[in-house]
């Protein structure tokens, strides 16, 4: 059995992450990694580089001239994320997002360990933290999230996914977003006109993940978003972009980055914004008019996180994860959490999400699971944890998943 001391700080990681945005041709970057996720064959050099071979490779497409260091291995893993993230990284904007079903955790798992989940995703969760996480999944795995949060509103998530071989995992998740009906008021009948209206929101997405090397994975999710209220109704889509490298060191250190919600603005439309204006003289001449409403952004994550197993033994494991977050419509912070493990059977978690965020009611968080296989094939597992939300009182969530 290993221990390892680690002791996280909030500016050191936002620096990594922002440190290699310098510099960077982003254009040559991305050609690349299309090329090495749709033409594996061609990234077969880059596996010794990365793996610790760095004996040059004969001359010809691609040649690199120098041995790739530890840096330029890195600043693969977090690319994508970063080169998409520097366009928004002004944007600091409290509640002026669309979408905001996009920004409900997922998971009590994840959400036990204070939200600190990047580094850590190996489950089917991972489609919501870091797409790149899904490459892990070795079976089929299925997954069903229920969460009453404050205000009478309640949020369901469920997810399925499947390991095919050298092709990769894919998979797919819908998640709901709904609340009880609320009565219609009006300036002339303030007590209510005897209708009701409800407001919601639906995502459906896809999700494709796979290892370019032993240790390097990548990711994507490809998303439908729709938002209602009453008679109007918003859609989108989005794209999420997560890479996750494994380190042969400490009992695997893991790094990773991922970006969400990278997709179209969203605008409401729909027959509560016809109005009919009267025109001509005397007010004779009726037009209906459809208001043209703003346009708003999906909300825009970056996550960049590491995780370790301080202890890993026979029957125990204690995995300590920090995640780094920026986000386009409000300031920074950090989750840090913890997870203990006996037998991969009993789970305790613990964490503390949203440090440093400015006004936030979130905070301590705390989970517990059970995971037991019934039958040869099939891994039942039962999570829970509890969220404090301040001055919205708490939180409590529930899932069911099934591995076969």
């Known amino acids: 059995m290993k221990f390892y001391n680690t002791s996280f700080s909030k500016n050191v990681f936002f620096k990594i992450a922002l440190a290699f945005m310098s510099g960077i041709k982003e254009i040559k970057i991305i050609e690349t990694l299309a090329k090495i996720v749709f033409n594996p064959p061609r990234a077969e050099w880059l596996k010794p580089v990365i793996m610790g071979n760095t004996s040059p490779r004969p001359k010809g497409r691609g040649y690199v001239k120098n041995k790739l260091s530890f840096y330029n291995c890195f600043l693969i893993i977090i690319i994508v994320t970063i080169t998409t993230e520097t366009s928004y990284s002004q944007t600091i904007k409290t509640g002026t997002t669309a979408a905001q079903v996009l920004k409900f955790n997922v998971g009590p798992r994840a959400i036990g360990m204070g939200g600190a989940y990047t580094a850590v995703s190996d489950d089917i969760t991972a489609m919501y933290w870091n797409p790149g996480g899904t490459a892990n999944i070795q079976m089929n795995e299925a997954f069903f999230n229920h969460t009453s949060l404050y205000a009478d509103i309640g949020y369901d998530y469920a997810a399925i996914a499947s390991h095919l071989s050298d092709f990769g995992t894919i998979g797919a998740f819908v998640s709901v977003l709904s609340m009880d009906e609320m009565v219609v008021r009006t300036e002339e009948v303030p007590e209510g006109t005897g209708e009701f209206f409800d407001a919601g929101a639906i995502v459906i997405g896809l999700n494709y993940s796979r290892y370019l090397t032993d240790n390097f994975a990548i990711g994507f999710n490809f ?36 970006i969400s919600n ?14 009919i204006i009267e025109s001509g003289a005397g007010g004779s001449n009726l037009v209906n008019t459809n208001l043209e409403l703003d346009k708003f952004d999906l909300p825009l994550l970056f996550r960049f996180g590491i995780s370790n197993d301080i202890i890993r033994g026979e029957e125990s494991r204690l995995t300590m994860a920090v995640d780094a977050i920026h986000p386009n419509d409000h300031t920074e912070y950090v989750n840090a959490g913890m997870e203990y493990s006996w037998e991969e059977i009993v789970f305790v978690r613990a964490g503390y999400n949203s440090l440093f965020e400015k006004d936030s009611e979130k905070g301590l968080t705390v989970g517990f699971g ?35």
């Open 370 to 404: 059970l995971h037991y296989r019934i039958v040869n094939l099939v891994k039942v597992g039962l999570d829970y944890a509890y969220q404090d939300f301040g001055r919205l009182t708490e939180v409590h969530y529930f899932s069911l998943g099934i591995k076969f």
């Open 262 to 275: 990278f997709g179209t603005k969203m605008q409401l439309a729909g027959r509560d914004v016809t109005k």
């Open 223 to 258: 998303k439908y978003i729709n938002e209602y209220i009453w008679h109007e109704n918003a859609t989108g889509f989005g794209v999420d972009i997560g890479t996750m490298y494994k380190l042969p060191i400490l009992n695997e250190l893991r790094i990773a980055a991922s």
